[in-house]
């Protein structure tokens, strides 16, 4: 059986490497630094992050992580999804849609206004999921 729960100081050695495989999916390399903040953040809560571990059995399958703020549309916060991450042994559990039901819990404790997120568009199988959990927006995505 799958559950959720917040990520811990304790579980950084389980988590590296659904952190590296999320990763390598989008061909990402975060520096040391950037990986060791982030860890660091999503335990304490800092900067309004916050993150959670889906797993099983066997251990962790799946992560979360997101990160709230303050947003111009609203006196509230919103909750951005960040990362989401299921390993391959891990997919077809249901531990994704676990996650996203504990963004969304976590969002609601808080009182946020929106959770939102995005992904690649050829992300067919994570896009399945979030097809049945949220609503595709017409905004695109600019960065610099």
Known sequence: ?????PIRAAD??????????YNDFYRN???DEVTQTTFRRL??????FFG???EDDEGPVGLAHAVFHPATWTTGTYCYLEDLFVSRGGR???????LMEGVYAEADRRGADRVYWHTQQ???????LYDTVGHATSFVVYRR
């Open 122 to 128: 050829y992300n067919a199988p994570a896009r399945s």
């Open 43 to 48: 335990c304490e809560g800092a900067d309004g």
């Open 12 to 21: 950084r050695d389980a988590w590296l490497p659904l952190w590296r495989g």
């Open 92 to 98: 077809g559990s249901g531990a994704g849609r676990l």
């Open 52 to 54: 959670l571990l889906a």
């Open 1 to 5: 059986m799958t559950t959720v729960r």
């Open 29 to 31: 390399e975060p520096a």
